[in-house]
T-cell receptor
Framework: DAGVIQSPRHEVTEMGQEVTLRCKPISGHNSLFWYRQTMMRGLELLIYFNNNVPIDDSGMPEDRFSAKMPNASFSTLKIQPSEPRDSAVYFC???????????FGPGTRLTVL | AQKVTQAQTEISVVEKEDVTLDCVYETRDTTYYLFWYKQPPSGELVFLIRRNSFDEQNEISGRYSWNFQKSTSSFNFTITASQVVDSAVYFCALSEETSGSRLTFGEGTQLTVNP
């Protein structure tokens, strides 16, 4: 059974460019989460969806960040325009409605120059 | 507000030693869930265990064991006879029933097992 899939695995871009991160949750899971990991702030939740609907986006840093989940098998996290302080590892995770544990993808390492 | 504290930033042991990673949590909810995740050098986050607040029974899985004590708000993780492959960052996390599904992570403990 495939786990959570994220792409790209690595992204290097220049300040001001648009960045789009992609996530495919585990089939049958109804909740999807975006986390960011940095040395300074550790692991923090950005936003999560239940049944494709955004439930809590209080962790989204600012208007430059946006996330969508057009269907049950795909989500995007977009940063426009990107800044060097956005450099981090971005994780996507999914959860089945019957359980509480979240399963994480391999992460996208973003570097903004 | 929910909070997780892992006071041990780094631990270094020699192979075959036992090691315990501490986790202390804060919550106002009566229903909550506790988790441990492992992050090896390759970077992925691997789910290890979930514990419900109403189930204080300790659990053992091979060389891993977990001690959940509501009286001290702790959920400690012990590795018996540690191995080099156990070297990783270990995160404790908390999810409250009233906060939906969000996970609050501790700062993590870097465990290094030396041969």
């Amino acid at each position: 059974d495939a786990g959570v899939i994220q792409s790209p695995r690595h992204e290097v871009t220049e300040m001001g460019q648009e960045v789009t991160l992609r996530c495919k949750p585990i089939s049958g899971h109804n909740s999807l989460f975006w986390y960011r990991q940095t040395m300074m702030r550790g692991l923090e939740l950005l936003i999560y969806f239940n049944n494709n609907v955004p439930i809590d986006d209080s962790g989204m840093p600012e208007d430059r960040f946006s996330a969508k989940m057009p269907n049950a098998s795909f989500s995007t996290l977009k940063i426009q325009p990107s800044e060097p302080r956005d450099s981090a590892v971005y994780f996507c995770a999914s959860r089945h409605r019957a359980y509480n544990e979240q399963f994480f993808g391999p992460g996208t390492r973003l570097t903004v120059l | 507000a929910q909070k997780v504290t892992q006071a041990q930033t780094e631990i270094s042991v020699v192979e075959k030693e036992d090691v315990t990673l501490d986790c202390v949590y804060e919550t106002r909810d009566t229903t909550y869930y506790l988790f441990w995740y492992k992050q090896p050098p390759s970077g992925e986050l691997v789910f290890l265990i979930r514990r419900n607040s109403f189930d204080e029974q300790n659990e053992i899985s091979g060389r891993y064991s977990w001690n959940f004590q509501k009286s001290t708000s702790s959920f400690n993780f012990t590795i018996t006879a540690s191995q080099v492959v156990d070297s990783a960052v270990y995160f404790c996390a908390l999810s409250e029933e009233t906060s939906g599904s969000r996970l609050t992570f501790g700062e993590g403990t870097q465990l290094t097992v030396n041969p």
